[in-house]
């Protein structure tokens, strides 16, 4: 009996999670141990796809969802946006930028960068950025 019999097929994050932690029970005690085994290793590439699918499922819903709550706020990818962010002693700091679409899910790019990030995902707090008179972007 060879180890790929061994493996299930898995069919979702869940199943995979289950058989893990079944596994490090039965066999292997510790995460790492199960991580470098030859089992293992022949399940990556099932394992793999399974994550890959998920994640892809994930991006597209977020892509919908996302593309959707920016076509009710009235906004599209390429507005220039806004947000007030309160500090702790009730100071507020402007963030500005540029909605930008990554693989459909709506970001802002940044024009400062804010902790040490050049870009954040867009939310509905974001609203268009409303400049003076005078003082073209």
């Known amino acids: 009996m060879t180890l790929s019999s061994k493996i299930p097929a898995f069919t979702s ?13 039965e066999t292997y005690k510790t995460k790492r141990n199960l991580l470098c085994s030859d089992e293992y290793r022949e399940a990556f590439p099932r394992i793999d796809a399974v994550f890959r ?4 499922e ?17 906004l599209a990818v390429g507005d220039r946006v806004a947000y007030g962010l309160v500090g702790p002693f009730f100071n507020i700091e402007v963030l500005r930028g540029k909605i930008v679409s990554r693989k459909g899910v709506p970001y802002v790019a940044l ?6 990030k050049k870009s954040v995902r867009w939310h509905k707090g974001w609203t268009a950025e409303i400049l003076p008179l005078g003082n073209p972007r």
């Open 111 to 116: 024009d400062q960068a804010h902790n040490g």
């Open 53 to 56: 699918q998920a994640q892809d």
């Open 13 to 25: 994050t869940d199943d995979v999670q289950a058989w893990m932690a079944r596994r490090i029970k």
């Open 58 to 74: 994930y991006t597209s819903r977020m892509a919908r969802e996302g593309t959707r709550a920016l076509a009710e706020a009235g």
